[in-house]
């Protein structure tokens, strides 16, 4: 296992998209065919290593290489229709950190300066990455944190999670996330590793599929995770 402390352990609220078709050179009008499904994503980060190496220009991923939460369902793309008018709920020990729309912080986001959006599209991922390499079925990819999605943004006000912490991502018509920070020592810096006993996803625990029947006839999976 590999152990990282850290006093801003930040969680990050995104969408995994799961590909079901490789390919190479693939435009983006064809690129829903290659996507299976979605589920939720969070990629946890370590904001002052993050800090750090961004200084010396290496970019982001030393505060990311350890440890993220998947899942633990996915909803193929025929069921969950378009990426816009989902509700977007993350919690931290049950308390909601932010509740809004995904049209809403991506599309419509006033911080976000004109002609700019938040995050590209997975048409638009599949076009630019098919380019260069290829891509292959089984692979998620992280669309990038939804504005709001993470405490790094709020800056002095900030909660970073502490030991014991339950984080939960959820998108509506799709997965929840959920996940419980753990150390041996809670009065101390937060110590997480992938497999290690200080950190583990929780994404396992007494999960069930949930058929809900909708006003439109329609089908809907969503995820209902026990404790």
Same mark, same amino acid.
């Given at each position: ?30 690129a829903p ?57 993350v ?17 419509e986001?006033?911080?976000v ?7 590209? #599209?997975?048409?638009? %991922?599949? $076009?630019?990455? *098919?380019?260069?390499?290829?891509? @292959? +079925?089984?692979?998620?990819? &992280? ?23 339950? #984080?939960?991502?959820? %998108?509506? $018509?799709?997965? *929840?996330?959920?996940?419980?920070? @753990? +150390?041996?020592?809670?009065? &101390? ?39």
């Open positions: 296992p590999r152990l990282v402390l850290s006093p801003k352990m930040d969680y990050e609220a995104e969408i995994g998209f799961v590909l079901g078709k490789g390919g190479r050179d693939i435009e983006a009008a064809k065919g290659h996507l299976f499904g979605v589920t939720i994503f969070n990629d946890f980060s370590a904001r002052d290593i993050q800090m750090i190496a961004g200084k010396i220009g290496m970019g982001p991923a030393p505060g990311k290489d350890w440890a993220n939460a998947l899942g633990p369902c996915i909803v193929t793309r025929d069921e969950f229709g378009d990426l816009r008018d989902q509700a977007i709920v919690r931290v020990n049950n308390e909601e950190r932010l509740r809004d729309r995904y049209r809403n912080m991506v599309f986001n006033p911080w300066r004109e002609g700019a959006r938040a995050l590209w #599209s997975f048409p638009e %991922l599949v $076009e630019f990455l *098919s380019r260069f390499q290829p891509i @292959r +079925a089984g692979e998620v990819w &992280g669309s990038g944190t939804i504005p709001g999605g993470c405490e790094f943004e709020r800056g002095d006000r900030a909660r970073y999670l502490k030991p014991g912490d339950r #984080s939960r991502s959820r %998108l509506k $018509e799709s997965a *929840s996330s959920r996940t419980r920070s @753990r +150390a041996h020592d809670p009065a &101390g810096p937060l110590a997480c590793g992938a497999e290690s006993p200080l950190w583990h996803a929780n994404t396992h625990s007494s999960a069930r599929m949930i058929l809900c029947l909708r006003a439109s006839a329609s089908l809907r999976y969503l995820l209902q995770t026990a404790s």
